[in-house]
């Protein structure tokens, strides 16, 4: 009777609190998540999560996989995301590969932008040749 609905409890584990990397930690190593991560700290490894922003202060050195992503900070790898958002004072060193890129003037970006068109080519399917182009790499 004053039991909560499994909906309700659904909702609430789907809205979750965003994961923060505070600037001044440095974090080895790679991070994977369910919900959204905010990067104003340094991480050196391979991120996958439905949303990343990296903060001003923010430093990312390895692949990026997620839905939605907005740079303000810098970026030395590859991203692989559906909607990618760079902000004025971002700094991206790698390739994008995107179904939306946005680009505010003053943003900084070293690389190829290759749009997802083809619908027979999915997002996960992306997420798939990012960890294979870098197991190549560890192997050479």
């Known amino acids: 009777m004053f039991s909560k ?3 309700e409890i659904d909702l609430k584990q789907k809205k979750s609190i965003p994961s923060i990397i505070s600037s001044g930690l440095v974090i080895k190593g790679d991070l994977v998540c369910d919900g959204e ?3 104003d700290g340094k991480v050196e490894g391979d991120i996958t999560c439905t949303t990343i922003i990296i903060g001003i202060t923010g430093m990312v050195k390895g692949v990026v996989a ?3 992503a907005k740079i303000y900070g810098e970026l030395c790898g590859k991203v692989s995301s ?3 958002m760079l902000g004025s004072s971002a700094k ?3 390739d994008v590969t995107h179904e939306s890129l946005a680009i505010e003037p003053g943003a900084y970006i070293e690389g190829h932008c290759m749009r997802i068109d ?3 080519e999915s997002f996960k399917d992306i997420k798939i040749e990012i960890k294979q182009d870098k197991k190549e790499d560890k192997e050479k």
């Open 5 to 7: 609905s499994k909906d």
């Open 37 to 39: 991560i905010q990067i």
């Open 66 to 68: 997620a839905s939605n």
């Open 82 to 84: 559906k909607t990618v």
């Open 92 to 94: 991206v060193i790698g």
């Open 118 to 120: 083809n619908k027979k």
